[in-house]
């Protein structure tokens, strides 16, 4: 039979122990090995079965041990002294601490989290990022506020069928079995938030709450008796269910995220969060939700507008549209329309927030944009690549002037770096990890130590490797009897190369399979030898990347190759360090540029491997010609297939003839000094780049605390800003159609212009209902094009030179000829505003109706 409900009996531990409860109910655990070093002496054996998670170990663990422990002096010095460390961690001032008027709270919204493997609320990238983002602001003392939903199937475990196809399964987890709290209100009874849907029907959730050493956590459960069946599913599964489902799941995510939020400072006394962050488009609805209080308390939409702007920031994480969340108009109307209407937030002006040039799709990215005065990619090529993308919602402006930054992503140390490589550091040098500096002493670390070191980590992703190859050959229906083999799968002291990620189809997962008896000539070599360990899963409507998991597993399944390559199932976090750690070589082939960022490789270089990598994402900025290998790119090749061939063949000749040649290259003591030689550099170089402390403090100094200024600054004498400043925009965008550049003249040079002279620029605008003060005038000026288009200008603001009565305006400045060759220039107006974070802001631009004044001559 089968038990109709499933809960978690917790222990009720000896008073002696009850900072044990403290430590394993505080995720630090998960990122502080001295923390679970006290763990596993509780009970060493049980520690290993429950697969080193604390909360299933006091769940399990007898009650005599307990006792014993209790009674235990030595255990409970090192209890006492945990639990001290604990608490100046939380409470000691930090980085952030030391900042001038600092942001009082930042809040975080994300729809996964990968904190640890106990905690599986995270399907990818995304969830690994925001989980390195809230362990980064625990240890830096930002103040963030984490909000996400609790899925009751987290995301899928994966295994294989005989036929090597993915099978899914989502197991049931208990929340009381996790490392969470019940928000409770003052009287014990749960908090409950409530979001109205149409057809009168309401969908509550109540609250869990992580702690991320000093960062809380807020995970929305809609799995209560208050919700009918269909609610009760919203948090079933990560990325699941279609898009009526996707959409409940963002509102909970995005409006009662904000009200969670509300709720526990009121319940905590928490600081109220002056900067909302916005983690992708799927928590979007985030920003209607600020604007809807502030509508019922005191300002018009777009003054409320203009307060949730400039406290928000929005980060894009994908370079293809095709991965950006849209719903069906209608769907959106059905929501915040009609019966189910927010009285002070119309309809239709939430439906042009998410409009896009395709009619009757609302997008939520889209949304973000508009709701956000600072918009980031997550690497400087996908800056770019987004800047082209979203284009559109800027007209007029220069693809570079769109307003997306970009902030590129980074790791947490601690939680990827293999323990060895941590302790050597903290003995060699102390200040690497903490304070990002003193890379350079990587190169006086003796060889030796840091090759003993890699070998460990290698040995370990061996033998590892071998349990969860044997687990799975046996899921897959094989008996003890078949496996003898796996014994000698994998060799620790032959070059591993590894390949883990998700599995769509750009990542291309068999790309190496290209030339499959190249790929079993570099295995099987007997002089220079090569293995490579794989993991991934594919989204489980995605047909095609089972497809390609399912090529991989049967060749990594034939007799002559098996014990070289390897297919992992289930890739999760513990596997995942298993490999960052083992591997001595991090492959990544996307399509470029369809990366946007990536971190396993990031990952890996701090662990001592070297990446061998398309320059895509991060790798396209940091890669230095001698920190790693680039594969060549077919950038101009059009045919897919022939694509892929060419670089598949790159690929291979760099496996051979740099790669395993430099591997295998060995001194007389053994050691591979040319090897090591790029592993300190890539150390030395990469190291202080790819820490998410250096990303952490590059959103709070670019990001958070100029969005905690502008959020001040449109607040203050009840948002008297915020009514200007939406005054005027609203005034500015009726008036621009009434905005010329009617004429531009110039002088100051000759028939032969000569680099070094100034060109002098004289313009009238005529400034329609518009005041000077309310526009700028520029010259853009520098190389042009064959078409006469100005190739990344340069700008100098020109000077009012005064107005007459007709509403023209005359401008005057001077343009440097600082380049020789083909010059031109142009001149433009836009809106102005000091609380206007970029020129772009508004969207709206006016340049002459023909190219005036423009001058094509060579300079000298």
């Given at each position: 039979m089968?038990?109709?409900?499933?809960?978690?009996?917790?222990?009720?531990?000896?008073a002696?122990?009850?900072?044990?409860?403290?430590?394993?109910?505080?995720?630090?655990?998960?990122?502080?090995?001295?923390?679970?070093?006290?763990?596993?002496?509780?009970?060493?054996?049980?520690?290993?079965?429950?697969g080193?998670d604390?909360?299933?170990?006091?769940?399990?663990?007898?009650?005599?041990?307990l006792?014993?422990?209790a009674?235990?002096r030595?255990?409970?010095?090192?209890?006492?002294?945990?639990?001290?460390?604990?608490?100046?961690?939380?409470?000691?001032?930090?980085?952030?601490?030391?900042?001038?008027?600092?942001?009082?709270?930042?809040?975080?919204?994300?729809?996964e989290?990968?904190?640890?493997?106990?905690?599986?609320?995270?399907?990818?990238?995304l969830?690994?990022?925001?989980?390195?983002?809230?362990?980064?602001?625990s240890?830096?003392?930002?103040?963030?506020?984490?909000?996400?939903?609790?899925?009751?199937?987290?995301?899928?475990?994966?295994?294989?069928?005989?036929?090597?196809?993915?099978?899914?399964?989502?197991?049931?987890?208990?929340a009381g079995?996790?490392p969470?709290?019940?928000?409770?209100?003052?009287?014990?009874?749960?908090?409950k938030?409530?979001?109205?849907?149409?057809?009168?029907?309401?969908l509550?959730?109540?609250?869990?709450?992580?702690?991320?050493g000093?960062?809380?956590?807020?995970?929305l459960?809609s799995?209560?008796?208050?919700?009918?069946?269909?609610?009760?599913?919203v948090?079933?599964?990560l990325?699941?269910g279609g898009?009526?489902h996707?959409?409940?799941?963002?509102?909970?995510?995005?409006v009662?995220?904000v009200?969670?939020?509300?709720a526990?400072c009121?319940?905590?006394g928490?600081?109220?969060?002056?900067?909302?962050?916005?983690?992708?488009?799927?928590?979007?609805?985030?920003?209607?939700?600020?604007?809807?209080?502030l509508?019922?308390?005191?300002?018009?939409f777009?003054?409320?507008l203009?307060?949730?702007?400039?406290?928000?920031?929005?980060?894009?994480?994908?370079?293809?549209?095709?991965?950006?969340?849209?719903?069906?108009?209608?769907?959106?109307?059905?929501?915040?329309?009609?019966?189910?209407a927010?009285?002070?937030?119309?309809?239709?002006?939430i439906?042009?927030?998410?409009?896009?040039d395709?009619?009757?799709?609302?997008n939520?990215?889209?949304?973000?944009?508009?709701?956000?005065?600072?918009?980031?990619?997550v690497?400087?090529?996908?800056?770019?690549?987004?800047?082209?993308?979203?284009?559109?919602?800027w007209?007029?402006f220069?693809?570079?002037?769109?307003?997306?930054?970009?902030?590129?992503?980074g790791?947490?140390?601690?939680?990827?770096v293999?323990?060895?490589?941590?302790e050597?550091?903290?003995?060699?040098?102390?200040?690497?990890?903490?304070?990002?500096?003193?890379?350079e002493?990587?190169?006086?670390?003796?060889?030796?130590?840091?090759?003993?070191?890699?070998?460990?980590?290698?040995?370990?992703?061996?033998?590892?490797?071998?349990?969860?190859?044997?687990?799975?050959?046996?899921?897959?229906?094989?008996?003890?009897a078949e496996?003898?083999?796996i014994?000698?799968?994998?060799?620790p002291?032959?070059?591993?190369?590894?390949?883990?990620?998700r599995?769509?189809?750009?990542?291309?997962?068999?790309?190496?399979?290209?030339?499959?008896?190249?790929?079993?000539?570099l295995?099987?070599?007997?002089?220079?030898?090569?293995?490579?360990?794989?993991?991934?899963?594919?989204?489980?409507?995605?047909?095609?990347?089972?497809?390609?998991?399912?090529?991989?597993?049967?060749?990594?399944?034939?007799?002559?190759?098996?014990?070289?390559?390897?297919f992992?199932?289930?890739?999760?976090?513990?596997l995942?360090?298993?490999?960052?750690?083992?591997?001595d070589?991090w492959?990544?082939?996307?399509?470029?540029?369809?990366?946007?960022?990536?971190?396993?490789?990031?990952?890996?270089?701090?662990?001592?491997?070297?990446?061998?990598?398309?320059?895509?994402?991060?790798?396209?900025e940091w890669?230095?010609?001698?920190?790693?290998?680039?594969?060549?790119t077919?950038?101009?090749?059009?045919?897919?297939?022939?694509?892929?061939?060419?670089e598949?063949?790159?690929?291979?000749?760099?496996?051979?003839?740099?790669v395993?040649?430099?591997?295998?290259?060995?001194?007389?003591?053994?050691?591979?000094?040319?090897?090591?030689?790029?592993?300190?550099?890539?150390l030395?170089?990469?190291?202080?780049?790819?820490?998410?402390?250096?990303?952490?403090?590059?959103?709070?100094?670019?990001?958070?605390?100029?969005?905690?200024?502008?959020?001040?600054?449109?607040s203050?004498?009840?948002?008297?800003?915020?009514?200007?400043?939406?005054?005027?925009r609203?005034?500015v965008?009726?008036?621009?159609?009434?905005?010329?550049?009617e004429?531009?003249?110039?002088s100051?040079?000759?028939?032969?212009?000569?680099?070094?002279?100034?060109?002098?620029?004289?313009?009238?605008?005529?400034?329609g209902?518009?005041?000077?003060?309310?526009?700028?005038?520029?010259?853009?000026?520098?190389?042009?094009?064959?078409?006469?288009?100005?190739i990344?200008?340069?700008?100098?603001?020109l000077?009012?030179?005064?107005?007459?009565?007709?509403?023209?305006?005359?401008?005057?400045?001077?343009?440097?000829?600082?380049?020789?060759?083909?010059?031109g220039y142009?001149?433009?107006?836009?809106?102005?505003?000091?609380?206007?974070a970029?020129?772009?802001?508004l969207?709206?631009?006016?340049?002459?109706?023909?190219?005036?004044?423009?001058?094509?001559g060579?300079?000298?």
């Open positions: 089968r038990a109709i409900r499933r809960f978690t009996v917790r222990t009720v531990l000896p002696e122990l009850a900072a044990l409860g403290e430590l394993v109910h505080n995720l630090r655990w998960s990122w502080h090995p001295e923390t679970t070093d006290l763990f596993a002496e509780v009970d060493p054996r049980l520690w290993e079965q429950v080193h604390p909360v299933a170990l006091l769940g399990a663990v007898d009650h005599a041990r006792a014993e422990l009674a235990d030595r255990f409970l010095r090192r209890l006492a002294d945990a639990a001290d460390d604990l608490r100046e961690y939380i409470t000691a001032p930090r980085w952030y601490q030391t900042l001038p008027d600092a942001a009082s709270a930042i809040a975080y919204f994300s729809p989290y990968g904190i640890a493997a106990a905690l599986p609320q995270y399907s990818g990238g969830g690994i990022l925001a989980g390195d983002h809230l362990k980064t602001a240890d830096l003392g930002v103040p963030i506020l984490a909000v996400g939903l609790l899925y009751r199937h987290g995301y899928f475990t994966q295994s294989l069928s005989p036929e090597g196809w993915q099978l899914e399964h989502y197991p049931s987890l208990d079995g996790l969470l709290t019940l928000l409770k209100e003052e009287d014990g009874t749960p908090v938030i409530r979001i109205s849907l149409p057809g009168e029907r309401v509550h959730a109540q609250i869990w709450v992580a702690q991320v000093r960062v809380p956590l807020l995970l459960d799995d209560v008796a208050d919700n009918d069946a269909a609610a009760r599913d948090t079933d599964r990325y699941g898009t009526d996707r959409l409940l799941q963002e509102l909970l995510l995005g009662g995220g009200r969670a939020i509300r526990y009121r319940i905590t928490h600081a109220e969060p002056e900067v909302f962050h916005t983690n992708e488009g799927h928590a979007g609805f985030l920003g209607l939700e600020r604007i809807r209080e509508t019922e308390s005191r300002l018009s777009d003054e409320a203009e307060a949730v702007r400039a406290g928000t920031v929005f980060t894009t994480h994908t370079p293809v549209p095709a991965g950006i969340d849209r719903f069906p108009v209608d769907m959106i109307e059905r929501q915040f329309g009609g019966d189910n927010w009285p002070t937030v119309p309809v239709e002006r439906l042009a927030l998410g409009a896009e395709q009619p009757g799709r609302f939520m990215a889209i949304m973000g944009m508009r709701l956000a005065q600072r918009v980031n990619g690497s400087v090529l996908h800056g770019a690549v987004s800047r082209e993308m979203f284009k559109s919602l007209p007029g220069d693809v570079d002037e769109v307003p997306i930054g970009s902030i590129t992503n790791v947490h140390a601690p939680t990827w293999g323990r060895e490589l941590m050597l550091a903290g003995r060699e040098l102390p200040s690497l990890i903490e304070r990002a500096r003193g890379w002493g990587v190169q006086k670390v003796p060889d030796s130590d840091l090759w003993d070191i890699r070998g460990t980590l290698r040995r370990r992703l061996v033998e590892g490797a071998r349990v969860r190859l044997r687990k799975a050959w046996r899921d897959r229906g094989a008996s003890d496996l003898g083999w014994d000698d799968v994998l060799d002291d032959v070059l591993t190369i590894g390949f883990a990620r599995v769509p189809s750009y990542k291309r997962l068999t790309l190496m399979l290209r030339d499959a008896k190249r790929l079993s000539d295995l099987l070599d007997a002089d220079k030898p090569v293995q490579i360990v794989i993991a991934g899963k594919a989204h489980p409507a995605d047909e095609g990347g089972k497809k390609l998991i399912q090529q991989i597993v049967k060749f990594a399944d034939r007799p002559d190759v098996r014990h070289r390559i390897v992992l199932p289930d890739y999760d976090m513990a995942g360090q298993l490999l960052v750690q083992g591997c070589v492959l990544n082939n996307p399509l470029r540029p369809l990366e946007a960022s990536g971190t396993s490789g990031m990952k890996s270089a701090l662990n001592g491997g070297l990446n061998l990598s398309i320059r895509d994402g991060w790798w396209d890669y230095d010609g001698t920190n790693g290998w680039a594969i060549p077919a950038d101009g090749v059009t045919d897919p297939d022939r694509r892929d061939e060419l598949a063949v790159a690929l291979y000749d760099l496996i051979e003839n740099e395993a040649d430099r591997f295998y290259d060995r001194a007389g003591d053994g050691l591979p000094r040319r090897w090591l030689e790029m592993v300190k550099h890539t030395t170089s990469l190291g202080p780049k790819v820490l998410a402390g250096r990303m952490l403090r590059d959103y709070v100094v670019g990001l958070y605390l100029p969005a905690a200024r502008s959020a001040r600054a449109l203050a004498d009840s948002s008297a800003a915020a009514k200007a400043f939406a005054a005027w609203v005034r965008t009726r008036a621009w159609p009434g905005v010329r550049v004429h531009v003249e110039s100051g040079v000759g028939d032969a212009p000569e680099v070094g002279a100034a060109l002098e620029i004289r313009a009238t605008v005529a400034l209902d518009l005041e000077p003060g309310d526009i700028l005038v520029e010259a853009a000026y520098g190389r042009v094009g064959p078409h006469d288009e100005l990344h200008p340069a700008y100098v603001e000077r009012t030179e005064g107005a007459d009565d007709d509403g023209r305006a005359h401008y005057v400045g001077e343009v440097p000829l600082d380049r020789t060759g083909a010059f142009t001149v433009r107006a836009v809106p102005h505003h000091p609380l206007a970029s020129r772009a802001e969207g709206l631009i006016a340049v002459p109706e023909e190219p005036a004044g423009m001058t094509n060579m300079l000298r």
